[in-house]
């Protein structure tokens, strides 16, 4: 930190770049570059994709946490800075009043205090006893405050307080744990077996034996003796007077202070793992691969009545239904069921392939419903594939704006059975609108996908990095207008959006052949008054993950294999262009074209597959096309199912069964399991309850290869 010079309490100044560099061990340089771009306000998500030479290709979970640590840095420097301040002009408000002789206004008995405390002179508690005076009628009152006088300038001595920065894992090993309401030591013996109904102490048994370590106590008491006693007149009384003050001291604050701090330590380090756990279970779910080319009957479960909803392979509404089936009936009588009759009708009408089921409330009982149909083949002619969908915020969502404006001819009970089917069609697409909290990560989802400009909804476009609601309405306003996007440049027109936002945002937008060529639209984007307009001419590199600011390379590149732009997907480019790339080191090439490495592989990789997707690469949804009632399970069986919500604890497996199951830490094998895994699992445990049936399951092997076959 830079020392402000007299009288310029705003000039402080702290060493980001170097805080950030011994905080996560970063080079020094490189924690420089990623200072200076988060000052000039680039988002995460670009740096992390067009700014690899200037971070060293650095982690993008790293750089979030870079990220977060330079925002917080930024926050101290501005509060150290009015604090600072605040503190100065105090400083020079009251220089007057000490200069009056505050030492005259001061209690007698403090000025003792002090003589104690640095042994300038000898302390006679008697002589300070005042039968008429309050705290000086005797001499019981008078030691108790010199000895609150001594605690408190203890406390307040610089030398002391820099002494209490012990280390806190130590600490926090022998920190006495907060006590259940009405648990006292003594209860210590009582175990689950033997506790009255309503005593949950048994809980807690093992903090009970935790103690303070006497040696931090040895520690401290010998820095204080030694400071104030090393110096002065020797006295007995004093000495007394001051081991005593010592021994409050730590009792009564500095123990305080250091367990306020481990708590606090570790409340953070909680909640920076339940963070990072929800985190990466709401990447894996948005980054759920997509199912193309099906038409989906989603059913919203309910005990009185279920709600169907039937979407074409492109999204549209088919038809929406309201059931009421015999949730608890059992084959044959299921299969007479009026509504099994109206679900056969609608799959046969509409060519159904796919059947999700909402996994809220009376899941399990749809969900042996549907499976006793389907298993004994009366919806269709062939079982059909089943699958649970994740109902979170369906139901708020039904009843939102967005969804009305969305929806505004369906009643907000079927709307949730129709965000459910396109759920399976389009997982980020659709979740977005109803994830608000973790904004970072659906930002980073967002731009790890991409979005097709003259498609993508609003809900999709505000989250794109460099975009915000206001300029994702404008963007949704152009295209109402019934004009298309046919280059990226002409994001420049729309109102909001300006150098800076283009440069954030245009590598995270694609503008593809198949849609901003779509018969009936106009695709003359009107410039903003005063700027000139952008060219209508189609860019085939803006269906490619390529920023315009490398365009110049990739042209270049384009050039020396012999291909023009407009080849870009064609498989004689990537032909050519895989044995151009093999005939040259990737620096030699790099030096050739004036650029980065990091610059030229993304080029190479966006022109040999311009639609790479990397949901490709993730667990696919796992179909069943009958499942067995969760009553029905036994210990031993063995079953195939997938991963729903991995936790610190273990694992929530989605059986097919209506139920999960939990995998246990110690059963997981050392396996690290994530959102949609594929896994084989063996039941351990089967637990009936009244509302529910407890799994216990142990891991077999986790199933890779997990692409299944599909329709």
């Known amino acids: 930190m830079r020392e402000p010079a007299s009288g310029d309490a705003e000039d402080i100044q702290l060493d980001i770049p170097l805080l950030l560099s011994q905080q996560h061990h970063l080079d020094l340089n490189v924690s420089f570059n990623i200072s200076q771009l988060l000052d000039d306000d680039h988002k995460v998500s670009f740096i992390a994709r067009y700014r690899k030479a200037q971070t060293n290709d650095i982690d993008p979970e790293v750089l979030h946490e870079v990220a977060a640590s330079h925002s917080y840095l930024h926050g101290l420097q501005t509060a150290v800075s009015k604090a600072y301040k605040q503190l100065s002009s105090e400083q020079k408000e009251g220089s007057s009043d000490h200069a009056g002789g505050a030492g005259a206004r001061r209690p007698v008995w403090s000025r003792h205090a002090l003589c104690l405390l640095h042994g300038s002179d000898r302390c006679v508690p008697t002589a300070l006893i005042h039968p008429g005076t309050e705290g000086r009628q005797s001499l019981d009152q008078v030691q108790a405050s010199l000895s609150n006088l001594l605690c408190d300038m203890i406390g307040k001595d610089v030398a002391v307080t820099a002494a209490g920065g012990y280390d806190l894992a130590e600490w926090s090993a022998v920190v006495q744990m907060a006590s259940h309401p009405g648990i006292h030591l003594e209860s210590k013996q009582k175990t689950s077996k033997n506790a009255p109904p309503n005593d949950q102490s048994y809980k807690y048994r093992n903090y009970f034996n935790f103690r303070k370590p006497d040696a931090l106590r040895h520690q401290f008491t010998n820095f204080c003796l030694h400071r104030f006693l090393s110096r002065g007149m020797a006295d007995n009384y004093r000495e007394s007077s001051i081991r005593q003050a010592v021994g409050t001291l730590f009792s009564k604050s500095v123990t305080r202070q250091l367990e306020r701090q481990v708590r606090h330590s570790l409340k953070e380090a909680a909640e920076r793992e339940a963070l990072a756990v929800m985190s990466r279970n709401l990447k894996a779910k948005l980054l759920t691969p997509p199912i193309r080319g099906r038409v989906i009957l989603a059913l919203d479960p309910g005990y009185r009545a279920c709600k169907v909803a039937v979407v074409s392979a492109q999204g549209a509404i088919l038809e929406t239904a309201v059931l009421n089936p015999r949730l608890s009936s059992r084959w044959p009588e299921v299969g007479r069921d ?134 994702a309405e404008n963007i949704m306003a152009k295209r109402r207008a019934q004009k298309l996007f046919v280059n990226r440049q002409q994001l420049l027109s729309v109102k909001g959006i300006g150098p800076k936002s283009f440069e954030q945002c245009a590598g995270f937008v694609r503008v593809l052949p198949a849609t901003a060529a779509k018969t009936g639209k106009k695709s003359g984007i009107t410039p903003k008054k005063g700027s000139k307009a952008a060219s209508t001419a189609p860019e085939p590199l803006d269906q490619t993950v390529i920023h315009p600011e490398s365009y110049p390379v990739a042209n270049r590149l384009l050039q020396l294999i012999g291909c023009p732009s407009s080849a870009v997907g064609s498989p004689d480019l990537v032909s050519r262009l895989t044995e151009f790339c093999a005939a040259r080191s990737r620096p030699q090439l790099a030096e050739e074209l004036e650029t980065d490495i990091h610059t030229l592989e993304l080029i190479i990789r966006a022109l040999s597959e311009p639609g790479y997707d990397e949901r490709q690469e993730l667990a696919a949804p796992m179909f069943w096309k009958a499942a067995m009632r969760a009553g029905d399970l036994r210990p031993g069986a063995r079953l195939r199912g997938v991963v729903r919500n991995p936790t610190e604890f273990g694992a929530f497996v989605d059986l097919g069964i209506g139920e999960s199951g939990l995998i246990h830490h110690s059963q997981m094998r050392s396996v690290e399991l994530r959102v949609n895994d594929h896994v084989e699992v063996e039941v351990i445990k089967v637990e009936q309850k009244p509302k529910k049936t407890d799994i216990g399951l142990r891991l077999l092997h986790k199933i890779e290869g997990k692409q299944l076959k599909r329709g």
């Open 338 to 471: 009026p509504a099994a009759e109206q679900l056969r009708r609608i799959i046969a009408q509409h060519g159904v392939t796919l059947l999700g089921v909402g996994n809220g409330t009376a899941c399990r009982e749809t969900w042996q419903y549907v499976s006793e149909l389907n298993g004994a083949g009366a919806l269709a002619a062939a079982p059909l594939d089943v699958t649970l969908v994740d109902e979170g915020g369906a139901s708020e969502y039904s009843t939102s704006p967005a969804a009305a404006a969305e929806m505004a001819e369906l009643d907000c009970t079927v709307r949730s059975a129709v965000s459910l089917a396109r759920r399976l069609q389009d997982p980020i697409s659709e979740l977005v609108k109803v994830s608000q909290v973790l904004g970072d990560v659906l930002s980073d989802c967002v731009a790890a996908v991409g979005v097709d400009l003259n498609t993508a909804s609003v809900q999709l476009l505000k989250k794109v990095p460099g975009l915000n609601a206001a300029s």
